[in-house]
Protein backbone atom coordinates (compact mmCIF):
# COMPACT_ATOMS: atom_id res chain seq x y z
CA UNK A 1 0.00 0.00 0.00
CA UNK A 2 1.45 3.33 -0.80
CA UNK A 3 -1.24 5.36 1.16
CA UNK A 4 -1.90 8.69 -0.12
CA UNK A 5 0.19 10.19 -2.55
CA UNK A 6 0.38 13.89 -3.83
CA UNK A 7 2.13 15.17 -7.20
CA UNK A 8 3.91 17.48 -7.45
CA UNK A 9 6.51 17.60 -4.65
CA UNK A 10 7.49 21.22 -5.52
CA UNK A 11 5.69 23.63 -7.67
CA UNK A 12 6.67 27.28 -8.97
CA UNK A 13 4.64 29.63 -10.43
CA UNK A 14 4.23 32.77 -11.37
CA UNK A 15 1.18 35.20 -10.33
CA UNK A 16 -1.93 34.18 -12.42
CA UNK A 17 -0.85 30.83 -13.59
CA UNK A 18 -3.07 28.02 -12.81
CA UNK A 19 -2.04 24.33 -11.73
CA UNK A 20 -3.99 21.41 -10.36
CA UNK A 21 -2.62 19.13 -7.41
CA UNK A 22 -3.24 16.08 -7.49
CA UNK A 23 -4.29 13.22 -4.88
CA UNK A 24 -4.89 9.57 -4.54
CA UNK A 25 -5.22 7.04 -1.81
CA UNK A 26 -5.32 3.56 -2.37
CA UNK A 27 -6.64 2.18 0.95
CA UNK A 28 -10.49 2.41 -0.11
CA UNK A 29 -11.08 5.29 1.75
CA UNK A 30 -14.58 7.32 1.71
CA UNK A 31 -13.54 10.65 2.65
CA UNK A 32 -10.62 12.91 1.23
CA UNK A 33 -9.20 16.36 2.47
CA UNK A 34 -7.27 19.09 1.44
CA UNK A 35 -5.35 21.00 3.98
CA UNK A 36 -3.06 24.41 3.62
CA UNK A 37 -0.23 24.62 6.42
CA UNK A 38 1.12 28.36 6.82
CA UNK A 39 4.05 28.95 9.66
CA UNK A 40 2.10 29.97 12.85
CA UNK A 41 -1.33 28.86 11.64
CA UNK A 42 -1.35 25.08 11.67
CA UNK A 43 -3.42 23.53 8.88
CA UNK A 44 -6.62 24.71 7.90
CA UNK A 45 -8.66 22.77 5.79
CA UNK A 46 -9.31 24.07 2.15
CA UNK A 47 -12.06 21.33 0.80
CA UNK A 48 -13.41 17.60 1.63
CA UNK A 49 -15.40 15.19 -0.03
CA UNK A 50 -17.46 13.01 2.30
CA UNK A 51 -17.76 10.17 -0.34
CA UNK A 52 -17.34 10.32 -4.01
CA UNK A 53 -19.68 12.65 -5.96
CA UNK A 54 -19.60 15.26 -2.95
CA UNK A 55 -17.70 18.18 -2.09
CA UNK A 56 -17.51 20.82 0.78
CA UNK A 57 -16.12 23.76 1.46
CA UNK A 58 -13.65 24.06 4.43
CA UNK A 59 -12.58 27.14 6.65
CA UNK A 60 -10.65 28.98 3.82
CA UNK A 61 -12.26 27.81 -0.03
CA UNK A 62 -11.32 30.87 -1.71
CA UNK A 63 -9.40 30.64 -5.20
CA UNK A 64 -9.24 26.94 -4.72
CA UNK A 65 -11.93 24.47 -6.47
CA UNK A 66 -11.79 20.87 -6.27
CA UNK A 67 -12.83 17.36 -8.08
CA UNK A 68 -13.83 13.94 -6.62
CA UNK A 69 -12.80 12.05 -9.97
CA UNK A 70 -13.56 8.39 -8.02
CA UNK A 71 -12.77 7.12 -4.98
CA UNK A 72 -9.24 7.12 -5.25
CA UNK A 73 -8.52 10.87 -6.81
CA UNK A 74 -9.43 13.98 -5.29
CA UNK A 75 -7.46 16.83 -7.04
CA UNK A 76 -7.14 20.80 -6.04
CA UNK A 77 -6.83 23.00 -8.39
CA UNK A 78 -5.63 27.25 -8.39
CA UNK A 79 -7.51 28.68 -11.32
CA UNK A 80 -5.58 32.08 -10.71
CA UNK A 81 -2.66 31.66 -7.90
CA UNK A 82 -1.68 34.68 -6.06
CA UNK A 83 1.28 34.59 -3.95
CA UNK A 84 -0.82 34.23 -0.90
CA UNK A 85 -1.04 31.36 -2.10
CA UNK A 86 2.18 29.97 -1.24
CA UNK A 87 2.06 27.22 1.29
CA UNK A 88 2.63 23.68 2.22
CA UNK A 89 -0.64 21.74 0.89
CA UNK A 90 -1.53 18.15 2.25
CA UNK A 91 -3.60 15.87 1.03
CA UNK A 92 -5.81 13.42 3.68
CA UNK A 93 -8.47 10.49 3.69
CA UNK A 94 -10.35 8.81 6.13
CA UNK A 95 -12.58 5.63 5.91
CA UNK A 96 -16.64 5.60 7.01
CA UNK A 97 -16.15 5.06 11.06
CA UNK A 98 -12.56 5.65 10.96
CA UNK A 99 -11.10 7.54 13.71
CA UNK A 100 -8.00 8.74 12.21
CA UNK A 101 -7.01 10.66 8.91
CA UNK A 102 -4.24 10.03 7.06
CA UNK A 103 -1.73 12.42 4.90
CA UNK A 104 0.61 12.34 2.48
CA UNK A 105 3.66 13.98 2.20
CA UNK A 106 2.95 17.38 0.98
CA UNK A 107 2.92 19.71 -1.76
CA UNK A 108 5.27 23.11 -1.87
CA UNK A 109 3.74 25.61 -3.50
CA UNK A 110 5.95 28.65 -4.07
CA UNK A 111 4.03 31.64 -5.74
CA UNK A 112 6.13 34.21 -7.33
CA UNK B 1 -17.37 26.25 16.58
CA UNK B 2 -14.64 24.31 17.95
CA UNK B 3 -11.37 25.35 18.58
CA UNK B 4 -7.83 24.05 19.52
CA UNK B 5 -5.37 26.09 21.25
CA UNK B 6 -1.94 25.46 21.91
CA UNK B 7 -0.36 28.32 24.07
CA UNK B 8 3.47 27.49 23.87
CA UNK B 9 5.04 28.08 20.38
CA UNK B 10 8.25 25.83 21.41
CA UNK B 11 9.72 24.20 24.23
CA UNK B 12 12.88 22.50 25.05
CA UNK B 13 13.88 18.99 26.81
CA UNK B 14 16.93 17.62 27.34
CA UNK B 15 17.52 14.14 25.67
CA UNK B 16 16.30 10.96 28.48
CA UNK B 17 13.87 13.76 30.38
CA UNK B 18 10.18 13.85 29.96
CA UNK B 19 7.93 16.85 28.71
CA UNK B 20 4.84 18.04 28.26
CA UNK B 21 2.97 19.55 25.90
CA UNK B 22 0.03 21.56 26.38
CA UNK B 23 -3.31 21.53 24.56
CA UNK B 24 -7.01 23.03 25.47
CA UNK B 25 -10.11 23.08 23.12
CA UNK B 26 -13.50 24.39 23.12
CA UNK B 27 -16.55 22.49 21.95
CA UNK B 28 -20.15 21.66 23.13
CA UNK B 29 -19.88 18.23 22.28
CA UNK B 30 -19.93 15.44 24.99
CA UNK B 31 -18.62 12.30 22.10
CA UNK B 32 -15.51 13.51 20.06
CA UNK B 33 -11.90 12.59 19.20
CA UNK B 34 -8.62 14.22 20.18
CA UNK B 35 -5.53 13.39 18.52
CA UNK B 36 -1.47 14.29 18.32
CA UNK B 37 0.77 14.58 15.53
CA UNK B 38 4.23 14.59 14.90
CA UNK B 39 5.72 16.53 11.47
CA UNK B 40 9.49 15.95 11.88
CA UNK B 41 11.66 18.22 8.83
CA UNK B 42 10.25 15.97 6.48
CA UNK B 43 6.96 17.65 6.65
CA UNK B 44 5.11 14.48 6.78
CA UNK B 45 2.35 14.09 8.97
CA UNK B 46 2.15 10.94 11.60
CA UNK B 47 -0.03 9.92 13.94
CA UNK B 48 1.35 9.49 17.73
CA UNK B 49 -1.72 9.35 20.03
CA UNK B 50 -5.50 9.60 19.84
CA UNK B 51 -7.69 9.32 22.61
CA UNK B 52 -11.40 8.90 22.27
CA UNK B 53 -13.33 11.25 24.79
CA UNK B 54 -16.14 8.34 25.89
CA UNK B 55 -13.29 6.64 27.36
CA UNK B 56 -11.73 7.88 30.77
CA UNK B 57 -8.77 6.15 30.78
CA UNK B 58 -5.41 8.16 29.21
CA UNK B 59 -4.21 6.77 26.11
CA UNK B 60 -0.53 5.37 25.49
CA UNK B 61 1.29 4.32 23.45
CA UNK B 62 4.77 3.34 24.21
CA UNK B 63 7.16 6.63 25.15
CA UNK B 64 3.56 8.94 24.32
CA UNK B 65 1.02 9.28 26.71
CA UNK B 66 -1.95 11.69 26.84
CA UNK B 67 -3.48 13.69 30.08
CA UNK B 68 -7.28 14.02 29.08
CA UNK B 69 -9.19 16.22 31.55
CA UNK B 70 -12.81 16.67 30.10
CA UNK B 71 -13.87 18.76 32.22
CA UNK B 72 -11.41 20.91 31.89
CA UNK B 73 -11.52 20.32 28.13
CA UNK B 74 -7.49 19.63 28.37
CA UNK B 75 -5.66 17.21 26.43
CA UNK B 76 -1.89 17.22 26.96
CA UNK B 77 0.91 15.10 25.75
CA UNK B 78 3.44 13.98 27.56
CA UNK B 79 7.22 12.28 26.06
CA UNK B 80 8.53 9.73 28.60
CA UNK B 81 12.60 9.42 28.32
CA UNK B 82 13.29 11.87 25.12
CA UNK B 83 14.90 11.00 22.21
CA UNK B 84 16.84 13.24 19.17
CA UNK B 85 14.33 12.06 17.15
CA UNK B 86 11.32 13.09 19.09
CA UNK B 87 12.33 16.72 17.81
CA UNK B 88 9.38 17.56 15.43
CA UNK B 89 6.79 20.23 15.38
CA UNK B 90 3.55 18.45 17.37
CA UNK B 91 -0.25 19.53 16.68
CA UNK B 92 -3.55 19.16 18.46
CA UNK B 93 -6.29 18.40 16.65
CA UNK B 94 -10.09 17.94 17.37
CA UNK B 95 -12.49 15.81 15.85
CA UNK B 96 -16.03 15.47 16.23
CA UNK B 97 -17.97 12.10 15.56
CA UNK B 98 -19.65 11.63 12.21
CA UNK B 99 -19.29 10.84 8.78
CA UNK B 100 -19.04 14.52 7.80
CA UNK B 101 -16.61 15.69 10.65
CA UNK B 102 -13.62 17.69 10.04
CA UNK B 103 -10.50 18.06 12.27
CA UNK B 104 -9.60 20.63 13.31
CA UNK B 105 -5.77 21.56 14.49
CA UNK B 106 -3.97 23.77 16.52
CA UNK B 107 -0.69 26.59 15.62
CA UNK B 108 1.69 23.70 16.67
CA UNK B 109 4.78 23.37 19.12
CA UNK B 110 8.01 23.11 18.14
CA UNK B 111 9.76 20.95 20.04
CA UNK B 112 13.82 20.58 20.11
CA UNK B 113 15.60 17.88 22.21
CA UNK B 114 18.92 18.78 23.68
CA UNK B 115 21.65 16.08 23.49
Known amino acids: NAGVTQTPKFQVLKTGQSMTLQCAQD?????MYWYRQDPGMGLRLIYY???????DKGEVPNGYNVSRLNKREFSLRLESAAPSQTSVYFC???????????FGPGTRLLVL | AQTVTQSQPEMSVQEAETVTLSCTYD???????LFWYKQPPSRQMILVIR??????QNATENRFSVNFQKAAKSFSLKISDSQLGDAAMYFC????????????FGKGITLSVRP
Open chain 1, 92 to 102: ASRRVGGETQY
Open chain 1, 27 to 31: MNHNS
Open chain 1, 49 to 55: SASEGTT
Open chain 2, 27 to 33: TSESDYY
Open chain 2, 51 to 56: QEAYKQ
Open chain 2, 93 to 104: AYRTTGANSKLT
